[in-house]
């Protein structure tokens, strides 16, 4: 019998897979065990613990290795018809009881919350009853009165009040957008329109930013039916695109979306509308379950672990009365939420949509969503006729490349001339400007930029030198700049602060100046993430799956450098997501003594049967212990056990199409730029600003005030939100103490 004081969590995944679930299945697993749990995985969803038997097994430290980077859910899902029955709970109840299983971390969606919240409601009910029929021994049902109980949500559509993000999302977008991509491409060539559906049965989140990411003309969702009278709305939204020079034409439509009147709107029924009206014969394409599949993304990853870990510490340490909580994301934070409450709230949402009650669902789903809605409308249908004496906008690029450069500069050349803006795009950053490279930028320039990697403005490093200032001022005056868009990184940063300082010798550049944060690096002042950063974390992602594939067979520790400056966030969220089982940040002040106590761990490892041991190293780490020298020390302790290889990742994490997150990134903080300079040259003044992301809200930050953030000699802010994720990393990588690896 199963000793009262040893606590013993269960964990499953039910309903429809997403990709990401096995990382939040790892972490539950792994901080479980470092906790001091047994773990056990209840497999096949609800139907495991309905069946007892092999569908509940426990899950020891090396099960949960190397599952990352697979989609769907290695413990298996199901729909559970049983479960549903009250029968069928108790039986779940009985077995659970039985094996001394009275945590649960339940991932799925809305239907395998509501499950989950109803068994923990019933629990005490279920356990005297068995009890009472001599089922269960009475010292069982006292020692496990509650069923604690911690959801998390995995679902591809968003589609949960009470987190921003659920598990699958964020892969389901890449492979949304890169059909886009793929689409956009053919359907240029022939310039043809395409209806694209995506998933999305009461939620259009999936619809509208895959809209938005690839810079499709129109999105239809559930949430907001388009009026009467849409036909004509979409056929002229087409038409004057095609006018303004765009050579397809692409409409997202979710699996749910409908008119006024709740008939569907299908994408047959769209192509139908096409003919008639513009005698154009679409194209249609039905992602399906493409959407579900491969390998989940960074995000995914990453985002899982950190709900898998907060949801097992919940259910360990929830006192008797705390009731079922949702663990979700909420303003880049893990938080936790009643789960009745949000389960009950979401069905609320459904049933606004189902009702009609939309401008309620819409608001329900949250301001940014709405502001999403609108940003889609300016970006696909700007007015581009711009008053007789239009303000004139100077953007260009400073520092590193960063993908997503492109699509911040075409989201602000549309929504600058929605405004009545005249967009002047700078060739060549800084340099570019001091000699008077600029050109009109008009919607036409800039369609395709939203998916384009690379800066076809080009980027330069290099901070703006105090004698470029004339240069500056003089172009300023010269091409009659109303005011300057600086997209790009610390060195953007940093020329920006330097003109602003400068206004008092040379008055033309009293003009207001806004920054658009975008580097790989993450190390900007505030905003909680760059444009750029979330492609590069992918990048890396990706390489590391392969190199750890590449090494699977062999006894090897790889180092691997990623870039950052010294900055280590791309350093700690690859080896998260990644599953590294070390990470070195700059961060860190790295000793020689921490390096001795890696040799032994990894020769340990090595002597326990494992066959990988897994380093990532930043660049700016330390300026000793360079990525070689690790390898050698470590190559030179490795008594035959191991050998050791490295590999620099070097300039892919630069390239590459940005992100959908990043597209979708760019084009907010693009549009609080436009904003910000349209305010400040409305009434008068020479607003100098950054924007970013505070708490997962677009902000602005005074560039006056960036001096304060910035810790310039390590140029990296002082304040770095992602550190306290250094200790989900370390307490799930490195083996718990006796953990021997059975091949
Ligand atoms: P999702 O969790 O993705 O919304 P479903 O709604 O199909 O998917 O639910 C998955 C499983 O969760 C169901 O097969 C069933 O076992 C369980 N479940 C769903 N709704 C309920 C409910 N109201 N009561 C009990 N169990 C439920």
Redesign the pocket.
Known sequence: MVSPVTRRVGVLT???DAQGMNAAVRAVARAGIRFGAEVFAIHE???GAVDGGDGISALGWEDVGGIQHRGGTVIG?????????RA??KQAAYHLAAQGIDRLVVV?????????N??STEWPQFLAELAADGVLPADIVATHPTLHIAGIV??IDNDMVGTDMTIGTDSAMHRIVEALDAISSTAASHQRTFVVEVMGRRCGYLALTAAIAGGADFALIPEAPPGDGWEEELCESLRRARERGRRESIVVVAEGARDRSGEPITADRICAVLEERLGEQARVTILGHVQRGGSPSAFDRSMATMMGYDAVDQVLTAGPNDGAQLVGVHRNRVRRVPLMRAVQENQAVARMVDEGRYEQALAARGDSYADLFGLLRTLSHPRTTLPADPKRIAVLHAGGLAPGMNAAVRAVTLLGSDAGHEILGVDGGFTGLCDGRLRTLTPRDVDGWAGLGGAELGSRRGVLAPEQLYAVARAVDTHRIDALLVVGGLDGYESAQRIVRERGRYPSLDIPVVCVPATIDNNLPGTELTVGADTALNAIVEAIDRIKQSALAAHRCFVIEVMGRECGYLTLMSALSAGAERAYLPEDDLTLTDLAADVRSMTQRFRDGHGLFLAIRAEGAHPYYTTDVLARIFEAEADDLYDVRQAVLGHVQQGGNPSPFDRVLAARLAADAVAAVSAALGAGRSDAVAIGLDNGEIARTPLRRVDDLVDWARRRPRDQWWLRLRRVMRDLAEPAVGTRHTP
Not at 79 to 84: G, N, T, V
Not at 108 to 116: E, H, M, P, Q, V
């Open positions: 039910s309903g429809g969803g609800y139907q899902t199901a729909r559970c018809a049983a479960f549903r029955e069928g709970r799925g969606g809305d239907g395998s919350l509501t499950g989950a109803l068994l995995g679902s």
